[in-house]
C-alpha cells in the first residue's frame, strides 16, 4: 500500500495520528480465501498471548476474518490478486500506557471498490436469511469499529478490541472481565 | 486449515448424517453447501450434521447452514445440528440464530431427535 496510515497521522480516524508508533505487526496478504486461515490463526494466536479467553480469542480471529472475506467479496469481488494489509498494534490498558498490552487495533487496507462507509450496516438478524451476517458479528465482537475510504483508493476498516483485567504488575490476567469475554463491549462506529 | 477440508456421509436409521472436518470460511463453504445439497436431495427424515470436526466457522458457513435450513423446511426434512464446540456455539449466538436450529449435545441424541 502506499499511504500507509502510519505516514498519514489524522487520516485514519484513529484516536490522534500524532506520534502513532508503527504497528507491531503488518501483514500483506492477497484477497485469496485460501490464505484466511492463516491470516485469522495468527490474530487469534496473538489475541492467546494478550490474555484473552479462548472463546474471545477466537471471535477477535472471526472478526478479522469477516472482515477480511468481505474485502474479499465485495471489495474485489471475489478477485484473488488483490493487496491488502492487515497492521496490528497492541494495546497497552486504558489509562496505564505503561502496562503490558491487553488488547489490540488492527487495521485493514484494500485497493478495492469503495462503499460509502455510512451504507455498510449488518443486516436486521429477523430476517433470517443466508449471508449479510459478517458485519453485524464484526460490530458484535469489536470494541471499536469504522469504516473509511482511503484517500488513495480502497477502504480502511480499525478495528478496536480491549483486553481484560490487568494483574497488579501490569501482567494480563488469564481471562479477560465478563464483557469482554464475552465479546459484549460497547460498540462504536 | 482449509485444504484439509472434507465432508463424510453416512447413513444411520432414517437419518444422513453429514460429519464436516476441518474449518469452515468462505474458501470451502461451497463445498459444504454442496454436500448439503447433495444430501437433501435423497429427502432423508433426518439431516443430522455433526459438528464435532469443526473448529472454526464463519458467516458464511452459518449462511450454508440457513440455507440449507430454509430448503429442508419446506421438503419435510428434520435438520439437526449436534457437537458444536463452544468457539462454534459462540458464532450462533453472535448471529442470535441458535434459537432457529435445533442443536443436540451429541450424534446420539441428534439421531434420535
Known amino acids: 500500500m502506499t499511504d500507509h496510515h502510519v ?86 490498558p486504558e489509562g496505564n500506557p505503561d502496562a503490558a498490552p491487553t488488547g489490540l487495533r488492527v487495521v485493514i487496507e484494500d485497493e478495492g471498490r469503495q462503499v460509502d462507509p455510512e451504507l455498510i450496516k449488518g443486516r436486521d438478524l429477523d430476517d433470517i436469511r443466508p449471508g449479510g451476517l459478517g458485519v453485524h458479528i464484526i460490530r458484535e465482537v469489536m470494541d471499536q469499529v469504522q469504516y473509511e475510504k482511503r484517500n488513495a483508493g480502497g477502504m480502511r476498516l480499525t478495528l478496536v478490541k480491549r483486553g481484560g483485567a490487568v494483574k497488579d504488575g501490569g501482567s494480563p490476567a488469564g481471562n479477560p472481565p465478563a464483557a469482554a469475554a464475552h465479546g459484549r463491549g460497547s460498540v462504536n462506529g | 486449515m482449509a485444504e484439509h477440508f472434507q465432508v463424510n456421509t453416512e447413513k444411520r436409521q432414517e437419518a444422513t448424517i453429514l460429519t464436516p ?62 457437537a458444536l464446540s463452544d468457539r462454534v456455539k459462540a458464532i450462533f449466538e453472535i448471529a442470535r440464530l441458535e434459537k432457529y436450529f435445533t442443536i443436540t449435545g451429541d450424534l446420539d441424541s441428534a439421531v434420535q431427535a
Open chain 2, 21 to 82: 472436518h476441518g474449518d469452515i470460511d468462505m474458501g470451502v463453504s461451497p463445498q459444504f453447501r454442496e454436500a448439503l445439497k447433495t444430501a437433501q436431495e435423497s429427502h432423508p427424515r433426518r439431516l443430522v450434521v455433526n459438528m464435532g470436526g469443526v473448529g472454526y466457522m464463519d458467516s458464511s458457513g452459518l449462511a450454508t447452514l440457513v440455507e440449507a435450513m430454509k430448503l429442508t423446511r419446506g421438503d419435510g426434512t428434520r435438520l439437526v445440528l449436534c
Open chain 1, 7 to 92: 505516514q498519514n497521522p489524522g487520516d485514519s480516524g484513529r484516536p490522534q495520528g500524532d506520534g502513532d508508533p508503527p504497528p507491531d505487526l503488518t501483514l500483506h496478504m492477497r484477497s485469496n480465501p485460501r490464505l484466511l486461515a492463516g491470516a485469522r490463526e495468527m490474530v487469534a494466536s496473538l489475541a492467546r498471548r494478550l490474555g484473552f479467553d479462548e472463546v474471545s480469542a477466537c471471535q477477535v480471529a472471526l472478526a478479522v476474518d469477516e472482515a477480511l472475506a468481505n474485502v474479499i467479496r465485495h471489495g474485489y469481488e471475489r478477485r484473488e490478486d488483490g493487496p491488502i494489509d492487515m497492521l496490528v498494534w497492541l494495546l497497552a
